[in-house]
């Protein structure tokens, strides 16, 4: 089957990766670097060293290695991640040029086709605020996808950039959020010449994937880099039946959450660098800015664990393999079962979606009567089954790259979910309302003194947060905007629908809003 896994009438094309020079494709599952240096793990192989020898540990972390009383965290995780969680600036790991950590850098640059790589302790959301950050140097405008992270506000409001928005397609009977068409990013730039930067997320939380290499060009041609936030596709381009990554298509930056589906441990992430004409702007700038946010104290455990799911991830491809056979399997029984959807059957109806992650299974639960809150609810607390996400008409499984579920666990559970008697009423659909205007900057409105007011008397004041009704999670109210009554009402609404919630208010209910002071 086609990497696109998708089964709807509209056909949806695959994006070929783009061959190196030496014949390889990064990021695209292809020949990495040689056989014998991607099989290496430098870096976690100098933090084993270290922690098998015999230390008396007068140095920090405090615990040290579990020697002297640290009971209870020896009792909880064990001696091992004790004596693995070595602190930094020691020779023979990463001190120095050449260290073990910088070759572990090398190594996963090498894999997915970037001029440079750094690893994160603070997760994607640390590569968005450095992504955003590093844009600065290049413009005070960022060319945004509406749909973005809220780590991408927080670089906004960190960076001082005005932001033009781009708004995602929505799939209005699920209140999904999908990702932006070429031609609407295009019309963007054009409205907004001497931009910093192009800003887009894909694939998105339920697994649509964008035409990257399209607006790549687009981005490029309006003079200006691509940034992707491919938090969610840390695996593309490891095995044949995936979607190429970002970078082999072209972007220029891209964020990485490696523990999402990439198998590194929790908080641990990737920023790449690509090669391109904006390469040799932005590579001080990322390399200054990781150092502004990277904590001084990074955990050799995170560290260690991104340098083995690299190589888990170049050398994987049957166990990648495996995944996809399980998560085929668990769209087949949904299917088969004949009482809920699959989401993704339904991307061909979208422009912008040109592929599907095909090791995200999302269900339309609402097609068989029960929510997707609901769903998950009981599949957490009667089947000890946990799911990713779930809205009021979906939730999405997500199976790892290299992990291999039981498909017939989740899905007889699924099916065994209880549907109440009766017909069950329409979906409330509340129109998404236009955004107000813009008075202030994010980081303007953000930092200035701010006061909670009941939500009528918040109507025509400044925005000091940002509000997202879900759903779809589109952010709604970003710092620096004006509260419309149009969207107190949406609020409100919102709150008030089963499943629905609005994230960043003050309470559930809506019922004041925090505003930036009267002469800000």
């Known amino acids: 089957m086609s990497p696109s896994r998708i089964p709807a009438p509209v056909p949806v094309p695959v994006l070929a990766p783009v061959p190196t020079a030496s014949g390889g494709t990064p990021g695209s599952g292809g020949p990495v670097g040689t ?194 936030d491919e938090a969610w596709g840390a695996h593309f381009g490891f095995h044949p039946g995936l979607p190429g990554g970002a970078l082999a298509h072209g972007a220029d930056v891209v964020v990485s959450s490696t523990h999402k589906l990439g198998g590194s441990l929790t908080q641990s992430a990737m920023l790449h660098l690509g090669e391109g004409p904006y390469a040799d702007v932005l590579e001080p700038q990322l390399r200054r800015i990781f150092h502004l946010t990277q904590s001084t104290s990074a955990s050799a455990l995170l560290l260690a664990s991104l340098d083995l799911a690299r190589r888990t991830l170049v050398t994987g491809r049957e166990a990648i393999g495996t995944s996809l056979a399980a998560a085929d399997a668990m769209r087949d029984a949904v299917r088969a079962g004949g009482r809920f959807g699959v989401v993704s059957d339904g991307f061909g109806r979208f422009a912008d979606i040109v592929a599907a992650d095909p090791l995200r299974v999302a269900v339309d639960t609402r097609a068989g009567g029960v929510s997707g809150h609901e769903a998950r609810r009981r599949l957490l607390n009667e089947h000890r089954i946990m799911v990713e996400v779930a809205t009021d008409s979906a939730i999405v499984a997500v199976v790892g790259a290299g992990a291999a579920p039981d498909p017939k666990r989740f899905t007889e559970a699924l099916h065994a979910l209880p549907a109440p008697p009766g017909p069950q009423a329409a979906p409330v659909r509340i129109p998404l309302p236009a955004p107000g205007p813009v008075r202030l900057t994010a980081r303007a409105a953000f930092l200035a003194p701010s006061t909670a007011v009941p939500a009528a008397r918040a109507v025509g004041r400044v925005s000091a947060d940002t509000l997202a009704a879900y759903p779809p999670g589109i952010p709604n109210v970003l710092p620096g905007e004006v509260i419309t009554q149009e969207l107190v009402d949406f609020f409100r609404r919102t709150a008030a629908t089963p499943g629905g919630h609005v994230r960043g208010a003050a309470d559930l209910a809506v019922s004041t809003l925090r505003v930036v002071d009267e002469g800000e």
């Open 35 to 228: 056989a014998d240096s991607q099989h290496a793990t430098p870096y976690a192989d100098a933090v084993l060293r270290t922690a098998g020898q015999d230390w008396q540990r007068l140095n920090v972390p405090g615990h040290a290695a579990g020697t002297g009383g640290s009971t209870d965290l020896a009792g909880l995780f064990g001696d091992a991640p004790l004596r693995l969680d070595v602190p930094p600036l020691l020779e023979g790991i990463d001190l120095g040029a050449g260290s073990p950590l910088d070759q572990s850098l090398g190594l996963a640059a090498e894999a997915w086709g970037a001029r440079r790589t750094w690893f994160l302790t603070n997760g994607a959301s640390q590569g968005n605020r450095m992504a955003v950050l590093a844009a600065r140097a290049l413009g005070d405008t960022l060319v945004v996808q509406r749909s973005v992270h809220s780590s991408v506000i927080d670089g906004l409001v960190l960076s001082g950039l005005r932001a033009a928005f781009v708004h995602p397609s929505v799939d209005l009977d699920l209140g999904i959020a999908h990702g932006v068409t070429p031609a609407d990013l295009a019309a963007a730039l054009s409205a907004n010449p001497g931009a910093a930067a192009a800003y887009v997320v894909t694939p998105s939380y339920f697994g649509a994937v964008a035409d990257v290499r399209a607006l790549a060009q687009v981005a490029h041609r309006a003079g200006v880099p691509l940034f992707v």
